[in-house]
């Protein structure tokens, strides 16, 4: 169970690896990595901030709760803020489990939580100026269904 | 009380953080907006779209009836767009 907020970029493959590597109960890993793209506006780059303490305190706890609600063997959130030019990776999400079916919902569970109620922000840097992105009724509906069940 | 400021709150009031002085009859989220909406263009302009604020009082997300006193830590930001 780890949580990491930084500015720098992560390896993703060897961090898959580290947790197949140290734990022999592990049977399946499953991983989500979220990049910057190229909106229609044609972005430069976007910038995300945080709130540092609360933020780390927010992903702890919903770590936490993907570990009750199925059988995970490890988890990890990397989150990155700063500035990211498009290409580069804001996110990776890893949950390891002993069978798929476990890996692959807390990973969505996760990273459907991420995009609404953890206390990031994007701006993004347009043609026309620098603009914060506006938050998304579909996102808000992603993490919502994880309610309902 | 120590308030921060993320997103645009911070590009309109102008400020990341401060520590205020709360005048009387401040009880809860709901009177501290409309207080700090009163001191100047900047914070009336940031906070005049309430369904877009985003509160926290130390470091819990709450809603504008929570009571607050001196001595918490309370933020306000737009809805998240992390991930």
Known sequence: MTIRVQSQDFDAGAEIAKISATNTNVGGVCSFIGVVRESADTISAMTLEHYPGMTEKLLAKIEAEAQERWPLEDSLIIHRYGRMEPGEQIVLVVTASAHRKAAFEACEFLIDWLKTKAPFWKSEETAEGTKWVEAKASDDQAADKWSEK | ?83
């Not at chain 2, 009031?13 to 520590?19: D, K, L, Q, S």
């Not at chain 2, 809860?28 to 509160?55: C, K, M, P, Q, T």
Request: net charge negative.
């Open chain 2, 1 to 83: 009380m120590k308030i921060l400021y993320f997103a645009h709150f911070r590009e309109k009031a102008n400020v990341a953080e401060e520590e205020v002085e709360l005048p009387d009859g401040i009880s809860d989220v709901n009177s501290l907006i409309d207080w700090l909406e009163s001191r100047s263009d900047g914070y009336a302009d940031a906070f005049a779209d309430r369904d877009h604020i985003r509160v926290a009082v130390n470091q819990e997300h709450v809603d504008f009836d929570t009571l607050v006193k001196m001595g918490d830590e309370v933020a306000f930001f737009p809805p998240m767009t992390g991930g």
